[in-house]
């Protein structure tokens, strides 16, 4: 499977001061997958699985990089040669000192390119013992594949080459608008987590991928006793229960229980997010730039890690979810997920998504806008319309108070201008960055 990140390994790999790389993300969505298949640009490509190989944990006794590479080559029998070996340290959560030695590694080696990927990685960093060393790693996110990489996955290459062209001036054709709505109805359903689609391409059975989704399900759940104890485990076994059916609305952590005491829940969310399995969309005011400058912590949504686990997660058949149009699934939320997911694939792979939603709470006029956020320096409120059409009394009334002149409604209908509001169908939101611009230029 092509994956968008490539062209920012690449980039890496030729930069001359290049740091050493963490690959991070959740567990499954192909980190391991992607790094060997770009090895193949390197003379030797040497794995250390630290899972697999729990005995090389040994060669981290010391944080030097000759002696490092030393104790590896010697057992795993290979060769290490800076500026043709790629030296991949998987699972590399599990050896802490592996990330404190790469900061020996840029200053000692620079030359040698190398790599780590964890699932639970960001429960290393987050240790209060933990020394990151700050200033000399790099880092870069991997969600699962994008409604886009799906389209390439899929045998729609053409297609997604034709998206990238559309613009006001040439909107995409009537024929290919159903087809592409087509095509996302089935996104939803199967979601972007490799295996699933791995499946689904090999078996073409949607029974069979429901198979592949219950399995990852589980194997999240499995991982929570990585990362919790033995005490705390029901309260994440409870949230990780109740999170799909919470997506794209307000959060209450009374939602999940109300005799659970906040502060135990609070917890648990912090570190289903921390493992990647949910993002917080939190309230912005959006009274400038950068977003996060006026953010307000205590109001948030939750978004799923897929929306084909959604709806695994909500045990949903595969005869509903044929009969019933997606977008409209429990009113919209499946919209709005959707939606959340492919929005934080445009932003900086080198950069933790953040995504922002605004809210004014008022008795007699209380508006929401699903997602705010900035291009360039441009603030652009987005709602989502789960039909072709929908009223858009909160979109107006933000850009009236804030004196913004643009905004953004994605939805069933074809790519368009209405006087100041940018109407881009589902299947465009990766182009959104560049169909905002058109009207600018």
Same mark, same amino acid.
């Given at each position: 499977m092509k994956r968008s990140i490539e062209r920012d390994l690449q980039l890496w790999k030729d930069d001359s001061r290049r740091k050493p790389l963490l690959l991070r993300g959740a567990r499954q969505v192909g980190k391991t997958f992607i790094i060997e298949k770009f090895s193949r640009q390197f003379s030797s490509f040497v794995e250390v699985n630290f899972e697999k190989r729990p005995d090389l944990l040994a060669c981290f006794q010391s944080l030097e990089p000759k002696k490092i590479l030393r104790s590896i080559e010697i057992a795993m029998n290979c060769s290490i040669i800076p500026g043709e070996t790629l030296l991949f340290l998987?699972? =590399?959560?599990?050896?802490?000192?592996?990330?404190?030695?790469?900061?020996?590694?840029? #200053?000692e080696l620079p030359s040698l390119h190398l790599v780590g990927a964890g699932s639970l990685l960001e429960f290393v960093l987050n240790d209060t013992e933990f020394r990151m060393p700050v200033g000399r790693v790099q880092f870069l996110y991997l969600s699962p594949l994008s409604f886009f #990489?799906?389209?390439?996955? @899929?045998?729609?290459?053409? %297609?997604?080459?034709y998206l990238q062209t559309v613009d006001l001036?040439?909107?995409?054709e009537e024929v290919f608008h159903e087809q592409l709505l087509s095509l996302v109805r089935q996104y939803m359903v199967l979601?972007?987590?490799?295996?699933?689609?791995d499946d689904y391409f090999a078996t073409e059975s949607y029974q069979h991928c429901q198979g592949v989704q219950t399995d990852l399900l589980a194997t999240y759940r499995g991982d929570f006793g990585k990362y919790a104890k033995t005490a705390h485990h029901?309260?994440?076994?409870?949230?990780?229960?109740?999170?799909?059916?919470?997506?794209?609305?307000?959060?209450?952590y009374s939602k999940v229980d109300p005799d659970i005491p906040s &502060? #135990?829940? $609070? &917890?648990?969310? *912090?570190?289903?997010?921390d493992a990647g399995l949910l993002h917080?969309?939190?309230? *912005? *005011?959006?009274?400038?730039?950068? %977003?996060? *400058?006026?953010?307000?912590? $205590?109001?948030? $949504?939750? %978004?799923?890690?897929?929306?084909? %686990?959604?709806?695994?997660?909500?045990?949903? @058949? =595969?005869?509903?979810?044929m009969q019933e149009d997606?977008?409209?699934?429990?009113?919209?939320?499946?919209?709005?997920?959707?939606?959340?997911?492919?929005?934080?694939t445009v932003l900086n792979p080198r950069e933790k998504g953040r995504l922002y939603f605004w809210v004014r709470e008022a008795k007699s006029s209380s508006s929401e806008v699903d997602y705010v956020m900035n291009i360039d320096s441009r603030i652009v409120p987005i709602e989502v319309k789960a039909g072709a059409t929908g009223r858009l009394r909160s979109l107006h009334r933000f850009l009236d108070e804030k004196g913004i002149d643009f905004g953004v409604r994605v939805s069933q209908a074809p790519l368009s201008l209405e006087k100041n509001i940018l109407s881009v169908p589902f299947y465009l939101i990766e182009e959104l960055p560049r169909l905002v611009r058109q009207p600018y230029q």
């Open positions: 998987d699972e =590399i959560q599990e050896c802490p000192k592996a990330i404190m030695a790469f900061r020996y590694f840029k #200053e #990489e799906f389209l390439d996955a @899929s045998g729609h290459e053409k %297609l997604r080459q001036a040439h909107p995409v979601g972007g987590m490799p295996a699933v689609l029901k309260y994440l076994q409870l949230l990780f229960q109740r999170a799909p059916g919470l997506i794209t609305q307000w959060f209450k &502060r #135990e829940l $609070k &917890r648990a969310l *912090s570190q289903l997010c917080l969309v939190y309230a *912005s *005011s959006a009274q400038g730039v950068p %977003l996060i *400058s006026t953010v307000n912590e $205590k109001k948030f $949504k939750i %978004l799923f890690l897929d929306i084909g %686990l959604v709806h695994r997660a909500m045990r949903m @058949s =595969i005869d509903a979810l997606l977008l409209l699934v429990n009113r919209g939320a499946m919209a709005e997920q959707f939606v959340g997911q492919q929005l934080l």
